[in-house]
């Protein structure tokens, strides 16, 4: 079965940084592209970085770019977002998703977990 | 690229057969994915490249479209599709989701 499980969310003031991680499992972590999407509260769904199996490649929206940095360690089959200088409008639910193979979409998600940033 | 869903929402008696409407503001052939998701859970995806079904979703959804205009359509609601829906196109970075069509119990 496959498991996506997101940490490392929490209350953190504007400027500051924080670090989320999804630990994955029930799957071959290293053949798949990972993702991270968020929600703020009462909105809809945005894409935030998505990283390429190996880690050789990362994207990103402008509205993150520069800031956030996504990265994977496969032999732990985990993967990261790193969140520097954090705005009150990166308050959202974050999701760890899994990009089909080969594809554009996101087959399976995690629960989410929150981040709120103010002060 | 932006994808622009209708209605925001939708009322519907149980039983009834709806469409979903996503357009994209230029074409992005049949990369165009559908998602659901219901309070307080992850989204979930019911169709992906505009028609091809995802094992263990229900044949009442389906999904067609090309180019800038898609469609979700559910064949007879049943009281567990009450949930918003999203689209979402990977015809390029970044990747977009349309805002979302809640579906909800007239």
């Known amino acids: 079965e496959v498991q996506l499980v997101e940490s490392g969310g929490g209350l953190v003031q504007p400027g500051r940084s924080l670090k989320l991680s999804c630990a994955a499992s029930g799957f071959t972590f290293s053949s798949f592209p990972m993702a991270w999407v968020r929600q703020a509260p009462k909105k809809g769904l945005e894409w935030v970085a998505s990283?390429?199996?190996?880690?050789?490649?990362?994207y990103y929206p402008d509205s993150v770019k520069g800031r956030f940095t996504i990265s994977r360690h496969n032999p732990k089959s985990t993967l990261y977002l790193q969140m520097d200088r954090l705005r009150s409008e990166d308050t959202a639910s974050y999701y760890c998703?899994?990009?089909?193979?080969?594809?554009?979409?996101?087959?399976?998600w995690g629960q989410g977990v929150m981040v709120t940033v103010s002060s | 690229i932006m994808l622009t869903q209708s209605p925001t929402t939708l009322s519907v008696t149980p039983g009834e057969s709806i469409s979903l409407s996503c357009r994209a503001s230029q074409s992005i052939s049949t990369n165009l994915h559908w998602y659901q998701q219901k309070p307080n859970e992850s989204p979930r995806v019911l169709i992906k490249?505009?028609?091809q079904s995802i094992s263990g979703i229900p044949s009442r959804f389906s999904g067609s479209g090309s180019g800038t205009d898609f469609t979700l359509n559910i064949n007879r609601v049943e009281p567990e599709d009450f949930s918003v829906y999203y689209c979402?196109?990977?015809?390029?970075?970044?990747?977009?989701f349309g805002g979302g069509t809640k579906l909800e119990l007239k």
């Open positions: 979402q196109q990977s015809n390029s970075w970044p990747r977009t």
């Open positions: 998703a899994r990009h089909a193979v080969g594809a554009g979409y996101f087959d399976y």
């Open positions: 490249y505009a028609s």
């Open positions: 990283i390429s199996s190996g880690g050789g490649g990362t």
